[in-house]
């Protein structure tokens, strides 16, 4: 299963060492989500999706195209893909940087 992810360049650089890590990060923070988990979007065209959401983040954003490991423990709920396991560093590729979400 293919899912999108949208990050910072800052978290880009993490990523490429680490590899996709649940955690609860500031978003989920601030919407309640009670686990730690790796939010993905099912299609590219459901970016503007998260546009409150990174309005005031460095540009460019991070667009990654990633790879679920078929035993990765997920949910699918309407336009995210939810993961609660870790997301190796050789099932993640850039797909292009991200300046504007409409």
């Known amino acids: 299963m293919v899912g999108y992810h949208l990050t910072t360049m800052r978290n880009w650089k993490k990523i490429q060492n680490n590899g996709l890590v649940p ?7 601030f919407v309640g989500e ?8 099912r299609n590219v065209s459901n970016l503007w999706w998260m ?12 667009l990654l195209e990633v790879q679920i490991p078929s035993i990765a423990e997920i949910e699918i709920r309407n336009i995210e893909l939810i ?5 190796p560093v050789e099932s993640i590729s850039f797909l292009r940087e991200v300046y504007n979400l409409r």
């Open 23 to 29: 955690q609860i990060g500031p978003r989920s923070r």
């Open 34 to 41: 009670p686990r730690k988990a790796i939010y993905l979007f």
């Open 51 to 62: 546009r409150d959401g990174f309005k005031n983040e460095p540009k460019p954003m991070i």
């Open 83 to 87: 993961c609660y396991s870790r997301i």
